[in-house]
């Protein structure tokens, strides 16, 4: 059965744009054009995961991920909150703060925002334990309250150094290359941006503060998650 996916965007255009793109990709999409009918409609039938835009009149996409997770009958529903205009690092902040398990800034690439739904979708996908804490050779990663330990004691990453560190041990095992590690963590276009000094810089920052011995430098291809 096809995983559904609640598109919620006030803007007709984006919402439809959204929805044929993960319709293409084999994802069942209900649209919502406002938080209170995308509330009402995850109420009546969860879906797999909620994408949601953050400026909205009626009901932002913070209130509804702050409701839904608050509600029991759809607290395990992952929610990706989207935005062009609440783009600051505040606003990122306060959106993984109410309880949202990512948070794109728009303009994205489509592929981005499938690789990130992607990811999501997985660190659910094999029931509670999933969605909590993952553990890995020593090292503990919340997805949820965005806290990492290394042998029982905690480590204070920046938002990019745990995003990246989040999506290297969702791909465990899986070399990522620069460029796609540019385009899911950091949402760049790589007809602007395309510089891999930036990876490089994040991952020498995280393997000093986690250990070396948990991301694997593949020469001449990108870098891998290692247990």
Known sequence: MARRILVVDDTPETAEQLKTYLSSHGFGVVVAHGGSDARLLALDSPPD???????MPDLDGPSLCRALKKDPRTARVPVVI????????????????????DYLTKPFPMRVMMARVNAVLRRYATGPEAAGILKRGGLELDPAGREVKVAGKPVKLTRKEFDLLALLLDEEGRVLTPAFLLESVWGYDLATYNDP???????????????????????????????
């Open 49 to 55: 995961l909620v994408l949601t835009d953050a400026d």
């Open 82 to 101: 989207m935005s062009g205009t609440l783009i600051d690092e505040d606003d990122v902040v306060a959106g993984l703060d109410v309880g949202a398990d």
């Open 197 to 227: 000094q930036t990876v490089t810089t994040h991952v020498f920052r995280l393997r000093k503060k986690i250990g070396s011995d948990y991301i694997e430098n593949v020469t001449g291809h990108g870098y891998k998650f290692v247990a």
